[in-house]
């Protein structure tokens, strides 16, 4: 942030003089004012209704909410997916960091942009492409059925959409910070005769520690609370097939508000634990800069 | 791996390392997203030519493309000046504030789009003062465009806030002691700084919004020719079991999206040239 202060000590100085870098108060009064009023309208306003509408029938159906059978089975699917996906997804991250951030390869740039390509596929074109391998007109469809495995329109095919989806988080947050830390560490640990997986656990693992746990965050969010892609592949089959977020479309759509608001109230509480985590884990990455 | 394709290093697990992430990369990624190419070569050009513009079709590209850039407009003007605000002045819960962009990254689309639905219905907190006006928000394209404008929000704001942050103060002094006024100086010295991320950021917010499904299909009343997004219709073929169909319409959207990610790496690259200068 640029500081606007001057030294008192000149009261003589034109305070056209002081304003030199920055904008007459009545101006930055004005951008405030408009910028505040965007996030109200936009980010405030709807994070607070859904609280209002979960309660707007009292707290007694509010809880009432999280007594069905159903909403607790798409709880309990939501933390498997993620607990599923979040862990692959972070081996894969630790593993493509090491070898793009730390080797010098042909090819390398092209390696992260294929990293990268989920975030460029909408979520509902990363549901279609799992029915297209494993729906019973995909490629995989007819020995599927044959065997009696069922991928689309089960847990698996909710699974892998998730991890399709959430697939770059990790190793985006972890390739630019070690490719800036670099080699040398590592090099002097493993002359002064440490083992490679020494070198890793006591060296480049304490090194990244809260980007790592920044990207788990962010790809935790993600899996929780992905829809679209989940939705192609999951079936909708109540108690069964749906997350969190495909209960909250079946509640609304039956005119349940209070319940759909109820079980989108969860997933705004893990929003603002997660912007929470975020904030921290920001600080944190600042104050080790700083030292 | 061949010495002339790796620079000698030594560290060990490259070889490990790479064939995992190659591995995993193909598994979760590739080989599924190729089933997109295989599956609308089966069409024929004719016929493939015929799914991707017919009339319904057609509008849904129209409605998608005029909404998702609308969006990225409106989040390109506010996203600066949010952005602005936050690296520039000072003001009471700022950190909050700076926390709360972030929320439409982390809140799952389909709370998003039903709590917007609920303020923009007619007799919504919002929609009660818009409907006497005459503006109808919910199941309209204006809704999806608010829709669109929520989930694209925070792109804008955090590719500018760290140039903006990084700008140096002397360049504005400089500015300032040669007799530029306050507008000049931003006009001519900040903002051709801020241009490149400010791109960047608003075809982030357009590629994201384009592909967006949760937040708007509450929203957007799904009437075929007014209100039914591309996305939608590709789950709706995919329901009647017209997978080609499906397919094909995901592979137009699949190009331009890439098409779109070319033109951000060229950004990068121009304004990594500019201040190379």
């Known amino acids: 942030m640029v500081s606007t202060t001057t030294a008192p000590s000149a009261p003589q100085a034109p305070p056209t003089l002081r304003r030199a870098t920055t904008e007459p108060p009545w101006v930055q009064f004005l951008l405030i004012g408009t910028a505040l009023a965007f996030c109200v309208l936009f980010l405030i306003v709807p994070l607070i209704a859904v609280f209002s509408e979960a309660l707007a029938k009292g707290v007694e159906l509010y809880f009432a909410a999280f007594q069905d059978p159903d909403a607790l089975a798409a709880v309990g699917l939501t933390l498997l997916t993620a607990a599923i996906s979040v862990p692959l997804n972070l081996v894969f991250g630790v593993a493509a960091a090491w070898c793009i951030a730390k080797f010098d390869f042909a090819g390398k740039n092209f390696l992260l942009t294929l990293v990268d390509l989920p975030f460029s596929v909408s979520p509902v074109i990363a549901g279609v492409i799992f029915v297209l391998m494993f729906g019973s007109q995909g490629w995989f469809g007819p020995w599927l059925s044959d065997n009696d495995i069922k991928i689309i329109f089960a847990v698996p095919g909710i699974v892998l959409a998730t991890t399709f989806v959430t697939f770059p988080f990790i190793a985006r947050e972890l390739i630019p910070l070690m490719q800036e830390q670099g080699t040398e560490q590592e090099e002097t640990a493993l002359v002064l005769g440490a083992s490679g997986w020494q070198t890793f656990m006591r060296i480049t693992l304490p090194n990244v520690r809260w980007a790592l746990l920044y990207g788990v965050i962010l790809c935790n969010a993600r899996a929780m609370g992905e829809f679209g892609a989940v939705s192609v592949v999951s079936g909708h089959i109540r108690g069964l097939t749906n997350t969190m977020p495909l209960h909250v479309e079946i509640l609304y759509n039956e005119y349940n508000f209070v319940a759909a608001f109820a079980v989108s109230s969860l997933l705004a509480v893990l929003a603002l634990i997660t912007l929470l985590l975020k904030s921290f884990i920001e600080w944190r990455i600042e104050q080790q800069h700083q030292e | ?277």
Do not use: H
């Not at chain 2, 849904?60 to 005029?66: E, H, I, K, V």
């Open chain 2, 1 to 277: 791996m061949t010495l002339t394709l790796k620079k000698y290093s030594v560290l060990p697990g490259f070889g490990l390392s790479l064939g995992y992430t190659i591995f995993y990369l193909s598994l979760i990624v590739l080989i599924p997203l190729s089933t997109i190419f295989f599956k609308t070569a089966t069409l024929s050009w004719e016929r493939f030519w015929e799914v991707v513009t017919d009339p319904r079709v057609i509008a849904s590209y129209q409605l998608t493309f005029g909404a998702s850039l609308a969006a990225a407009l409106i989040n390109a003007v506010f996203g600066l000046l949010v952005a602005w605000v936050l690296v520039r002045y000072s003001f009471p819960g700022k950190r909050i504030f700076d926390a709360l962009v972030d929320l439409p990254f982390a809140l799952p689309t389909a709370v998003a789009g039903i709590a917007l639905t609920t303020l923009y219905a007619p007799n919504g907190w919002l929609g009660q003062y818009l409907d006497p006006l005459g503006i109808k928000v919910a199941f309209t394209p204006l809704g999806i465009m608010i829709a669109l404008t929520f989930i694209g929000f925070p792109f804008v704001v955090r590719t500018v806030q760290p140039v903006l942050q990084d700008l140096e103060v002397e360049v504005e002094e400089a500015a300032a002691c040669l007799g530029a006024n306050r507008w000049q100086t931003f006009t001519r010295v900040i903002f051709p700084n801020l241009f490149p991320p400010l791109l960047t950021g608003f075809t982030l917010a357009f590629a994201r919004a384009l592909g967006e499904y949760g937040s708007v299909v509450f929203i957007s009343g799904n009437m075929p020719f007014k209100t039914e997004i591309t996305s939608l219709l590709i789950i709706t073929k995919l329901e009647q079991y017209d997978y080609a169909g499906a397919t094909a319409i995901a592979l137009v959207m699949l190009v331009v999206s890439f098409s779109l990610i070319f033109v951000i790496n060229l950004i990068q690259r121009w304004s990594i040239q500019r201040y190379a200068k």
